[in-house]
């Protein structure tokens, strides 16, 4: 069972564009949820990150919005770039350790 | 400051070989973690090292073991290698629990 489902599976957007990608979880044990981006040939790097006490956080072109009722979360990318096609993860991490539950990918493509 | 470290960097072995992968964390962590990740799975959790104790462990069978020394590098081993073990190993350091975790380049197996 996914505990954590990420859609869309992939992502076409023009230079400039702002993607989102959302991300919806169960467990309530959750209490921390990173992004991160990835690309071919090398591991995932740690984007932003949020806890549920806030609804939204912006780190440079990158937000996350929370809602907490709902279990979504989702990633914005402003004024997105070429660079940024990647492939993004969202995850979901229990209050007892660092085990990381991951979304199942979002491959972006950012045409200039 | 150095990040994490994952050795070897590729490795092919043979069906019914075993295998052992390495991590070094980031300096002063103490947790580390072990991810699989295949095309199909997504990323996979494996297991948690904390203080040279496993915290936590994933759904995955006996073969798949690990360990973390007092300088918190941690081992993973694959016994009996299957084919469908295929896969890039990604180890993860954090600092403390339930927060920021860095991921290595990653070790890519492949059993033939």
């Known amino acids: 069972q996914q505990q954590v489902k990420q859609s869309p599976q992939s992502l076409i957007v023009q230079k400039g564009g702002i993607p989102i990608i959302n991300c919806a979880y169960e467990n309530t044990a959750f209490d921390y949820f990173p992004w991160y981006q990835q690309f071919p040939g090398k591991g995932p790097a740690l984007l932003i990150a949020?806890?549920?006490?806030?609804s939204e956080k912006k780190e440079g072109r990158f937000t996350i919005s929370f809602n907490k009722s709902a279990k979504q979360f989702s990633l914005h990318i402003m004024d997105s770039q070429p660079g940024d096609s990647a492939t993004y993860f969202c995850?979901?991490?229990?209050?007892?350790?660092?085990?990381?539950?991951f979304g199942t990918g979002t491959s972006l493509t950012v045409i200039p | 400051k150095a990040g994490v470290t994952q050795t070897p960097r590729y490795l092919i072995k043979t069906r019914g070989q075993q295998v052992t992968l390495s991590c070094s964390p980031i300096?002063?962590?103490?947790?580390v973690s072990w991810y699989q990740q295949t095309p199909g799975q997504g990323l996979q959790f494996l297991f948690e090292?904390?203080?040279?104790?496993?915290?936590n462990k994933g759904n995955f069978p006996g073969r798949f073991s690990g360990r973390q020394f007092s300088n918190s590098r941690s081992e993973m081993n694959v016994s009996t290698l299957e084919l469908g073990d295929s896969a890039l190993y990604l180890c993860a350091s954090s600092l403390q629990t339930n927060t920021e975790a860095f991921f290595g380049q990653g070790t890519r197996l492949t059993v033939v």
């Open positions: 090292y904390f203080s040279e104790t496993q915290r």
């Open positions: 300096s002063g962590h103490r947790s």
């Open positions: 949020i806890r549920p006490d806030v």
């Open positions: 995850a979901a991490v229990l209050n007892t350790g660092n085990q990381f539950y």
